[in-house]
C-alpha cells in the first residue's frame, strides 16, 4: 500500500477533528443537541418554532463553509470515481442506514462514542466494516 504523500495531512486533519468535536461540544452544551446530521436536517421537515434558528444556522455552516473556502482559493471539488447512478444508490442506502441506525456516522461516530454509547459504539463499527468490506469487494474481488 502506497501513501499519496501530497494528500497525507495530518495537521490539518488534526485541526479539522478537534474543530469538529469542540462544534460538538458547544451544540450539546449550549443547546443539548447531537450534531447528527440526519436529525438536524430530519428535524428541519417537522420544524419547531425554538428549533428552527439553531438547525438552519448548523446547515447554512454546512454549506457556507466550503463556500468561503472556494471563495479564499482553497479545492473543494472532491475526487469522486462514480457514476450519477452510483451516487444516487449509495446515498438512498445510507439513509435507510440512518434510519434503522438512529443516526448518521456523525452523530454516533462523533457524539455517541464520545459519550460512551455502546450502541453509538456498536452503530460506528457496523460502519466501517461495511465501507471495509464494501472497499474490499469492489476493488479486490471485482476488480474496480
Same mark, same amino acid.
Not at 470515481?81 to 456523525?106: D, H, K, N, P
Given at each position: 500500500?502506497?501513501?499519496?504523500?501530497?494528500?497525507?495531512?495530518?495537521?490539518?486533519?488534526?485541526?479539522?477533528?478537534?474543530?469538529?468535536?469542540?462544534?460538538?461540544?458547544?451544540?450539546?452544551?449550549?443547546?443539548?443537541?447531537?450534531?447528527?446530521?440526519?436529525?438536524?436536517?430530519?428535524?428541519?421537515?417537522?420544524?419547531?418554532?425554538?428549533?428552527?434558528?439553531? %438547525?438552519?444556522?448548523?446547515?447554512?455552516?454546512?454549506?457556507?463553509?466550503?463556500?468561503?473556502?472556494?471563495?479564499?482559493?482553497?479545492?473543494?471539488?472532491?475526487?469522486?470515481?462514480?457514476?450519477?447512478?452510483?451516487?444516487? /444508490?449509495?446515498?438512498?442506502?445510507?439513509?435507510?442506514?440512518?434510519?434503522?441506525?438512529?443516526?448518521?456516522?456523525?452523530?454516533?461516530?462523533?457524539?455517541?462514542?464520545? @459519550?460512551?454509547?455502546? @450502541?453509538?459504539?456498536?452503530?460506528?463499527?457496523?460502519?466501517?466494516?461495511?465501507?471495509?468490506?464494501?472497499?474490499? /469487494?469492489? %476493488?479486490?474481488?471485482?476488480?474496480?
Amino acid at each position: 500500500m502506497l501513501i499519496d504523500l501530497e494528500s497525507f495531512t495530518p495537521g490539518l486533519s488534526l485541526t479539522g477533528g478537534l474543530l469538529i468535536g469542540a462544534a460538538a461540544a458547544v451544540l450539546v452544551f449550549f443547546n443539548g443537541r447531537i450534531a447528527g446530521i440526519s436529525g438536524i436536517l430530519g428535524g428541519l421537515s417537522g420544524m419547531q418554532d425554538k428549533d428552527v434558528g439553531w %438547525r438552519i444556522a448548523f446547515v447554512a455552516g454546512l454549506v457556507g463553509a466550503p463556500i468561503l473556502a472556494s471563495l479564499l482559493g482553497k479545492s473543494i471539488a472532491p475526487d469522486i470515481q462514480a457514476g450519477w447512478s452510483e451516487i444516487i /444508490v449509495a446515498g438512498f442506502l445510507v439513509g435507510i442506514g440512518t434510519r434503522y441506525a438512529s443516526g448518521c456516522t456523525s452523530g454516533h461516530g462523533v457524539c455517541g462514542i464520545s @459519550r460512551g454509547s455502546i @450502541r453509538s459504539l456498536v452503530a460506528t463499527a457496523t460502519f466501517m466494516a461495511s465501507g471495509f468490506l464494501t472497499v474490499f /469487494v469492489h %476493488r479486490h474481488l471485482l476488480g474496480g
